[in-house]
Each structure stands twice: as C-alpha cells, then as structure tokens.
C-alpha cells in the first residue's frame, strides 16, 4: 500500500508520517528530499523558473523570506515546484507500487489535481491536512515541537512568526478547493491535534 500525504505547512503532515510508519513498520519519505534528487537535472535559468525557491534562498535567509513575501507568493513558490517535480515523483510512486511495497510519501508539493491520477486505486490511499485560522496556526507553531524544527531553529522573533502564520494561512482556501474539486479527503488540523492525525490513521487504514 502507498500513502500519499498532502496539505499546507505546519498542518502535521510529518507527524501523521511519523506515526503511521510506526503503525505500519513502513518507511516513509518528504517530497523535500524527493525535490534534492530531481533539482540537478536543471540548469541555469530553468532551474530558476521552476525551483523559484532556491533562488530566493540565495539572497534571503528565512527571516527575510516570510517578512518580503506575501502568502500568496509563497503558496505559488510551492505549487511551482510541485509541478516541477511531479513527473518524478509520480514515476517513484508508480515503481513503489508496481514493486508491492509498503511506503509512505508526504509534502507540500503533493497537489490534489496531480494525485488524482491515483485515487481510484485500492492500493493507495491519499490524505491531506491543513489549518485555515490564522491566529491557531501562530499558536500551534510552538506546539508539537521535538528535535529540530525548520521553523522555530531559525526563527525567533514573533512579530516574523505572526507573518509565517498569516502566510500559511493562504495554503488551506487552495487544498480545500481543490480537494473537494476532486472528491479527496482533506482533514482541518487546528483544534484537537492528536484526534485528528490519528482520524488521518483510520481514514489511510481503514479496510
């Protein structure tokens, strides 16, 4: 069985994962790492135009990032990369599954038109999770924090916090349109953490 796991920032993708590798002793994979793998078949200005993020990386550290863009922007960083690097993800997915193995896929850049390409097969199953409420999103950015954090380790200021939780706030209205545009179960995060990362277990589980 494949697990795809979708949705906005922050909304407990990696920690639903987590869990549910330990569940169902399978290895789990961030589309992150998936997006390292695929980045040195570009170059030069191609590389720009379809990992926009990268560039921004080199002049901005993550602090400046979220003070100088806005969510939209940020949103639309995301869904470009994740076109980007579908093609290879799908083929991964694909070789997973023709293989008959175990494995579970998370990350942002995983889009609910392109998944969609799956959803009618028993052998896969497909969650997203998100938070829509600005002000919770800002709270739980402290919450649930073991080992490293991408977020907290690099920023400490609140006022650049506030900014992160409004910019991630403009994720959820996308996955929720999208996902109902295309019949795929989307999960709201942000009351009652832990009984809805383990509904997202029953729901990836059930028979």
Not at 33 to 52: I, N, S, T
Not at 171 to 191: G, S, V
Request: proline share 4%.
């Amino acid at each position: 069985m494949i697990y795809i796991i979708g949705g906005s920032p922050r909304g407990g993708k990696s920690i639903l994962a987590k869990k549910l590798s330990k569940k169902i002793n399978a290895p789990y994979i961030s589309t992150d790492f998936l997006k390292l793998m695929l980045r040195p078949y570009f170059k030069g200005a191609e590389k720009d135009k379809m990992f926009p993020f990268d560039k921004i990386w080199q002049k901005l550290d993550l602090n400046d990032y979220f003070m100088n863009y806005s969510g939209k922007q940020i949103l639309n960083i995301d869904l470009q990369e994740g076109r980007t690097i579908w093609p290879g993800v799908k083929l991964f997915i694909s070789h997973l599954h023709k293989c008959k193995m175990d494995y579970i896929i998370e990350g942002v850049h995983l889009l609910p038109n392109q998944v969609k390409y799956f959803q009618n097969d028993p052998n896969i199953r497909i969650v997203f999770l998100g938070k829509a409420n600005e002000e919770k999103i800002y709270q739980g950015l402290f919450k649930n924090k073991s080992g490293r954090d991408w977020l907290l380790d690099k920023i400490e200021d609140k006022a650049v916090l506030r900014k992160v939780a409004q910019a991630l706030s403009a994720y959820y209205p996308y996955f929720k349109k999208e996902t109902e545009k295309y019949n795929l179960k989307l999960i709201n995060t942000e009351d009652n953490f832990p009984s809805r990362i383990n509904e997202a277990i029953a729901y990836l589980t059930k028979k």
